[in-house]
Every structure is written in structure tokens, then in C-alpha cells.
């Protein structure tokens, strides 16, 4: 199985701007950019990416769900919360390197058309 979420991690070097980028890093925000929301949600959905929670609930839909038509403003909120016991699942990602994670939150802002982003992280 190919490695997606942890494909950048580096146990002894945290990920920096420069190797992000070296390793196409911020190419997806790219080509995100090049689309219509809509057509950065349908990607996600036949993508089938799922959210880190304990449902693994298909991000896509959720995104769809909150419709076009949601009032505004309009927030993202990334949840990098660890207050689950014995969870240590977003904590290694965000040390590894917090470009992965910046990139992820800056295409789902545009995709949901979101005035603005927060990253919650305890």
C-alpha cells in the first residue's frame, strides 16, 4: 500500500518550506487553483477521502452537504485535537512537517469558499 499521509515525513528532520516544495509540495493547491470549487469537491469525492475521525466520514460529502448555498461568512476549522486518550494520530503529521496539513486546509478553503481558516490544535 502506497504511504499518502506520511509520504513526506521524515523521522530525524521535520519538513521544511523549501524540501515541501522539492517534493511537489503545493502542487495540488496549484492545480486547485485552476478549477472551480465544485469541480475541486467533485475530485475529492471520487478521490473517496475520508476524515481522521473515528467515523472516517467521506470528506467529499461533507463538503457537498454543507451546500453552495450555505450562508456566509463562511469558516474552516482544521480539528488537530488529541484529547481522545491513547490518540496520537495528527501529533507526528503536524511535527513531521506542516506543510502537508497548510496545503490540505488552503484547497478545502477555497473548495468550501471560506472567508476563513483555523487550525485547532491542543
Known amino acids: 500500500m502506497e504511504a ?6 521524515d523521522a530525524d528532520t521535520p519538513l521544511g518550506l523549501e524540501a515541501y516544495r ?39 460529502l461533507k463538503w457537498r452537504l454543507r451546500g453552495m448555498e450555505a450562508p456566509r461568512p463562511r469558516y474552516l476549522i482544521c480539528n488537530l485535537d488529541e484529547s481522545e486518550p491513547g490518540t496520537f494520530k495528527d501529533r507526528h503529521l503536524l511535527y513531521g512537517g506542516p506543510h502537508p496539513i497548510l496545503e490540505a486546509v488552503i484547497v478545502a478553503a477555497y473548495a468550501l469558499q471560506a472567508e476563513r481558516a483555523f487550525i485547532f490544535i491542543r
Open 4 to 9: 499518502v499521509l506520511t509520504r513526506h515525513l
Open 22 to 60: 522539492a517534493r511537489g509540495g503545493y502542487r495540488s493547491l496549484a492545480a486547485a487553483f485552476d478549477l472551480k470549487p465544485e469541480a475541486v469537491i467533485e475530485i475529492v469525492e471520487a478521490a473517496n477521502l475520508r476524515g481522521r475521525g473515528g467515523a472516517g466520514f467521506p470528506c467529499g
